[in-house]
């Protein structure tokens, strides 16, 4: 059974090694959150040259992207957050696991991985989907 995360990683361009290394990770070494075994997917950049984002410009940041199927995901934010990341304070962290609707961010202060938004609401408040979806 395949249980997948989305996952995007925003950091500053002199990171680009960091951000490599732990895509290099997640493909080979990551644990997996019920199973045996190690690896659970890859980033890739979506940004540069040869993206196509709306607009008519370039995108001006650097963002990796991936989907990661069975990842421990509290394994892979403490493997973030033990990165030597050359400018910490612009690493972003966006996670989506199966199930959810919406992206959680985490972001580097002060050597700790925090997430800032959302903090609420969770998808289990009963005011969070409004009308019958049925």
Same mark, same amino acid.
């Given at each position: 059974? +395949?249980?997948?995360?989305?996952?995007?990683? +925003?950091?500053?361009?002199?990171d680009r090694p960091n951000v490599e290394?732990?895509s290099e990770w997640l493909r080979a070494?990551?644990? /997996?959150?019920?199973?045996? @075994?190690? @690896?659970?997917?890859?980033?890739?950049?979506?940004? @540069?040259?040869? +993206? !196509?984002?709306?607009? &008519?410009?370039?995108?001006?940041?650097?963002?990796?992207?991936?989907? !990661?199927?069975?990842?421990?995901?509290?394994?892979? !934010?403490?493997?973030?957050?033990?990165?030597?990341?050359?400018?910490?304070?612009?690493?972003?962290?966006?996670?989506?696991?199966?199930?959810? +609707?919406?992206?959680?961010?985490?972001?580097? /202060?002060? &050597?700790?991985?925090?997430?800032?938004?959302?903090?609420?609401?969770?998808?289990?408040?009963?005011?969070?989907?409004?009308?019958?979806? &049925?």
């Amino acid at each position: 059974m +395949s249980w997948v995360a989305n996952v995007m990683v +925003s950091v500053d361009a002199v990171d680009r090694p960091n951000v490599e290394a732990l895509s290099e990770w997640l493909r080979a070494e990551a644990p /997996r959150r019920d199973r045996p @075994g190690k @690896g659970c997917g890859f980033l890739t950049e979506t940004t @540069g040259q040869d +993206s !196509l984002w709306g607009g &008519g410009k370039f995108p001006e940041c650097t963002v990796w992207a991936g989907v !990661l199927n069975n990842a421990d995901l509290p394994a892979v !934010l403490d493997r973030v957050q033990g990165i030597a990341w050359r400018c910490p304070n612009a690493v972003q962290v966006f996670l989506m696991d199966q199930e959810e +609707s919406f992206f959680r961010v985490w972001m580097l /202060r002060d &050597g700790t991985l925090q997430q800032y938004a959302p903090t609420r609401p969770d998808e289990e408040d009963e005011d969070f989907f409004p009308g019958d979806y &049925g």
